[in-house]
């Protein structure tokens, strides 16, 4: 069974510091493309970073946000740094099998998702 679950979500203040997780389960993380979304309210699922053979991240976020793999834990990570109020949303990691020199980020180019977590930036 294929299974993407996520976790560190939770409130964090402006301009602070959260990292999320998504751990993989029933196949090897290494051999899948991996994306970061993230849907607010009344908003469009869009994408945060995905991660294939190389590593691309929406504008809004370059620059304060990372996107890394440990393959020895089968998990990927959004480090979240700098956070604003417009970034509460809840967040999803998703993932594809195969690794593609390129691959869109967008939410139809892939297949597994976790069930999301909720991320609020607010003082």
């Known amino acids: 069974q294929l299974q993407l679950v996520e976790s560190g979500g939770g409130l964090v203040q402006p301009g602070g510091s959260l990292r999320l997780s998504c751990a993989a389960s029933?196949?090897?993380?290494?051999?899948?493309?991996i994306g970061w979304f993230r849907q607010a309210p009344g908003k469009e699922r869009e994408g945060v970073g995905c991660?294939?053979?190389?590593?691309l991240y929406t504008n809004s976020v370059v620059g304060r946000f990372t996107i890394s793999r440990d393959n020895a834990l089968n998990t990927v990570y959004l480090q979240m740094n700098s956070t604003k109020p417009e970034g509460t949303a809840v967040y999803y990691c998703a993932a594809n099998p195969g690794r593609l020199l390129f691959r869109l980020c967008v939410p139809s180019a892939y297949h597994y998702w976790g069930q999301g977590t909720q991320v609020t930036v607010s003082s």
């Open positions: 991660i294939s053979s190389r590593t």
């Open positions: 029933g196949f090897t993380l290494d051999d899948y493309d």
